[in-house]
């Protein structure tokens, strides 16, 4: 994975390689990334999943340059979004990246949208930030990708403010903005978790359609295992700020090898037969501020043994799957049904 | 419409408050001790006299058919008789407001001009030295006496180095120009006088600045605050990250919502600027309606003090009326529902 020069060999849409960073605090450093490295293949899916505060929105952010100014450290490691090395770029060079070349789907719709500027005003202006038209034909755009997005009667949505929508008609029209300028890599940082669930798959398609149609690559990132495995091609587990294992989606689901991933895939509602109680993973996501010895997931793995509480697991295996485990694909004991779905 | 609903209730309101503040006023000035009519006739004056002046005043009727009096009469507009220059109080007000009301705006031009960008800036470099600057110098106004500074003031420029005027509104000399709106900047350049206009301008300075630092430092600090709080929002981050310029995700996006919260200081501020007004009158000679109340304060003129009280609180109810028009104009929510 070498990414030398300007030029991506490869067509890299995002190549993040060993990225480490923490935060500083007073009670002293929060190390939020170790050693992360993600590469994302122009008009590739991608799906980063894993707990919450396991660092999937800080990787994408501190890629995109949206991490607080000046809370944050680098480490080490490096960034390349379609060529350019954005950890070393100031706010204004990042800005005329944002929107045009990267896009970020956000959480939560609610509030995301300008409360006091319509909807089309708030979409036209990132069409006329980023190309050379004026207002008629950004309007005309505006609507286009509107309608795309399933909203009927869009010249109606535009003129409406964000407090007239529901919260799946506000996502759509975030959706429209991250597609508006054609990025080539759009970030959907868990774009259905504050949704309704009948409302979810619907809005997943919609990106997934789109990107699909328009050679888009995507991230989809979720705590949610079910959610992206059937959209994505490649599937990234994270814990506790370190890829524990990454591979083809189905290979993923199938023959997970990581106990952590293991547990994750247990804890799915259609993985579970009916009468079955739903599993938790025990034990919470452990304090980056002083992060266990060895692995990670030690404390809450029933496969731990000596050493892992010692030495640190490296990312194994062929490019097809790799697993950061000492004893990688032991115990695969999931319910008959699990990977056949 | 909204706009009826937002205005007709203040104008009902507006009747109750004058109605009510008149029944106060008015029982104040007959609770206070002190004889107005002896206060008018003089100390010498004998107990004959002193009963002619009551009857000319309406005093020696009873205290029920002078109020019924008092508030017929305001109801058509008559404010009675100032004690003090004979003259209707409501011929006073007309006299003296405009000069207020021109004191009044151009502090709150200066505060809104300068205290609107600072607080803005020192949101957006958080900590750094302009935010430094700027928290110093609004605690500094809000705590800062008005009579000290002003005096200060008058030292500085006007006594030590003569830059500029120290008191009134117009240079000994200069004619005023006719009077149309009684604001002497706009009259003089109405009427081409620009000799006026000019002096106007260099008298209003001093003045007009004191009464705005006070409120610049609230404004500065109240802007400060809720941009702090609107840069947290996640439309912030939506328009980072779709690319949008710093100043415009700023001034379009971000201080338009801040603005929100701060109309009602605004408001607030709009009122402490009157009292600070009578204050800074005083200092500065300015013959406004703080100069006026204050000397009829010290004459006992009930009638004087009792018209520019309902004058002040119609003031604060038409205030609070533009704060709800303002909330309207700024936030959607409320203007489309
Ligand atoms: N500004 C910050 N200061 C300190 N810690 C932070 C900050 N932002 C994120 N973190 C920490 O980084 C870790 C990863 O967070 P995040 O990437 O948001 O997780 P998630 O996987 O849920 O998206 C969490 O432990 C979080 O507490
Ligand atoms: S390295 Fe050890 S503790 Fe970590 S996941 Fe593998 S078996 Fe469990
Ligand atoms: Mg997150």
Redesign the interface.
Known sequence: MMTTGTAEPRGQALAINNLSLEFPTFSGAVKALDDVSISVGKAEIVGIVGESGCGKSVTTMAA?G?LPKGRYRVTGGTVRLFGHSTLSMD??QL??????VV??I?Q?PM????????IGRQLT??IM??EEVGPADARRIARDILADMLIGEPERVMNL?P??LSGGMRQRV?IA??FSCNPGLIIADEPTTALDVTVQAVILRLIQNRARRTGTAVIFISHNVAVVSQLCDRLYVMYAGRIVEHGATRTVLETPQHPYTQALLRCLPERVAPKQELEAIPGAVPNLLQPPSGCYFQPRCKEAVEQCRSQTPQLTGADGQQVACWRRGVAVELPEQGGRR | MAITRIIVPRLILLLFVVLGVAVITFTISHLIPGDPARMIAGDRASAETLENVRRNLGLDRPVVEQFTIYIGNLLQGDLGTSLRTNRPVAADIRTFLPATLELGTVALFIAICLGVPLGVLSAVYKDGPIDQIARTVSVCGISMPVFWFGLILIYVFYAKFQILPGSGRLAMGIVAPERITGFLLIDSLLQGRFDAFRSALYHIILPGFVLAFANMGVITRQIRASMLDVLQEDYIRTARASGLRKGMIIFNYALRNALIPSITLLGLALGDLLYGAVLTETIFAWPGMGTYVVTSIQTLDFPAIMGFTIVASIGYVLINLLVDLAYMLADPQIREV
Do not use: C, W
Request: charged content about 30%; glycine content about 4%.
């Open positions: 995109t949206l706010d204004s800005q005329d990246l944002r929107g045009k896009s970020t956000f939560e509030n995301a949208l300008n409360p006091t500027i319509r202006d990132v930030r980023h403010y407090f007239e975030l903005m991250a």
